[in-house]
């Protein structure tokens, strides 16, 4: 492979697609460390890979060679990435599944107990749908 005296990431900028390959072969180890480290688990690792890469390709144009190596840029946009997916996990919320028991009286139950439910259900119902 023949190398260029211009940057790597300025040739990902202009669509060179032999660059693309070049940056996945230069990159793609230190890119996949840096994602199994801060990644919970080694799916979310290739998934933050992939993240990255694309992310990679799209700010390569503002890549600036007196500010940082191209190793530097490429581990900052990784670690971004990585952190930025943390986060969202972080505000999702944990979630427990629903029990497979019914919470209501059983069939044949006080059927006044039932009534009240189902009115609560419709007052539940409308409250929310006055929620934005």
């Known amino acids: 492979m023949a190398t ?3 940057p790597l990431l300025h040739r990902v900028a202009a669509g060179d697609p032999a660059a693309v390959r070049a940056c996945i072969d ?3 180890a230190l890119v996949g460390t840096i994602a199994r ?3 919970p688990s080694p799916a ?3 998934d933050a890979v992939q993240e990255i890469f694309v992310d990679l390709w799209r700010s390569a144009s503002r890549y600036d060679a007196t500010i940082s190596s191209e190793t530097t840029f490429v581990a900052v946009i990784a670690r971004r990435r990585l952190v930025d997916r943390r986060r969202r996990r972080s505000r999702r919320l944990d979630t427990e599944p ?3 028991t019914p919470l209501g009286p059983r069939a044949g139950g006080d059927e006044h107990v039932q009534m009240e439910l189902c009115g ?4 539940a119902t409308k409250a929310l ?4």
């Open 98 to 100: 629903l029990s497979e």
């Open 129 to 132: 749908a006055q929620l934005r």
């Open 26 to 28: 230069r990159w793609g």
């Open 120 to 123: 609560e259900a419709v007052m």
């Open 4 to 6: 260029s005296a211009e």
């Open 37 to 39: 480290r801060l990644s």
């Open 44 to 46: 979310e690792a290739e």
